[in-house]
């Protein structure tokens, strides 16, 4: 039932996001200058990449991988950026995904606050890699999915809002 309530949450401050961006630019123009701005802060094209978040019972998982399995500067600088991001997130800093979605994603106050109570672990992929984010307290958990849904929606990678009963992927 948290997760339905999160997800609508989230949905509503996309919406109400957008809306008021649509004075100045629309849907299309902020998901490109998201793009841009994720560009500049993480190193990497988001054309010559694809992400990935997934929604675990324990936490989540934020994947990148090069699309092109050749494209080892890709590869290469996914790994950097992710394996810098778990150091900042287990800080509580947040700055980077502030400054690509130009906005304080939902979820990220609480994990600041709990950061304590929850794990970052980096793990290279064939093609990239992958942050797998854990936590046992529940006001934590709730703020990862809440702060994972946000990064679906706003990279537009389709996947799912529902919490996989899988224990983890592996490649």
């Known amino acids: 039932?948290?997760?339905i309530v999160a997800f609508f949450a989230i949905l509503a401050v996309g919406v109400a996001a957008q809306g008021q961006q649509?004075?100045?630019?629309?849907?299309?123009?902020?998901?490109?200058?998201?793009?841009?701005?994720?560009?500049?802060?993480?190193?990497?094209?988001?054309?010559?990449?694809t992400h990935h978040f997934h929604l675990l019972p324990n936490g989540g998982a934020i994947e990148v991988e090069a699309n092109d399995s050749k494209d080892t500067e890709s590869r290469d600088q996914i790994?950097?950026?992710?394996?810098h991001i778990v150091s900042m997130f287990a800080e509580g800093n947040f700055?980077?995904?502030?400054?690509i979605h130009d906005t304080t994603p939902p979820g990220v106050p609480t994990m600041t606050k709990?950061?304590?109570?929850?794990?970052?672990?980096?793990?290279?992929t064939s093609s990239g890699g992958r942050v797998r984010i854990a936590t046992e307290n529940a006001q934590a958990l709730?703020?990862?999915?809440?702060?994972?849904?946000f990064q679906i929606i706003?990279?537009?990678?389709?996947?799912?809002?529902?919490?996989?009963?899988?224990?983890?992927?592996?490649?």
Do not use: W
């Open 1 to 3: 039932m948290r997760l």
């Open 22 to 49: 649509a004075s100045s630019t629309n849907a299309s123009d902020h998901h490109c200058d998201m793009v841009q701005r994720g560009d500049q802060v993480m190193g990497f094209s988001a054309t010559k990449t």
């Open 79 to 83: 790994r950097m950026h992710l394996s």
């Open 95 to 99: 700055n980077a995904p502030m400054f």
């Open 114 to 124: 709990l950061r304590g109570e929850i794990q970052y672990q980096f793990e290279e």
């Open 142 to 149: 709730d703020a990862v999915h809440a702060f994972l849904l």
């Open 154 to 171: 706003e990279h537009q990678t389709g996947d799912s809002a529902i919490v996989e009963q899988a224990a983890g992927r592996k490649e």
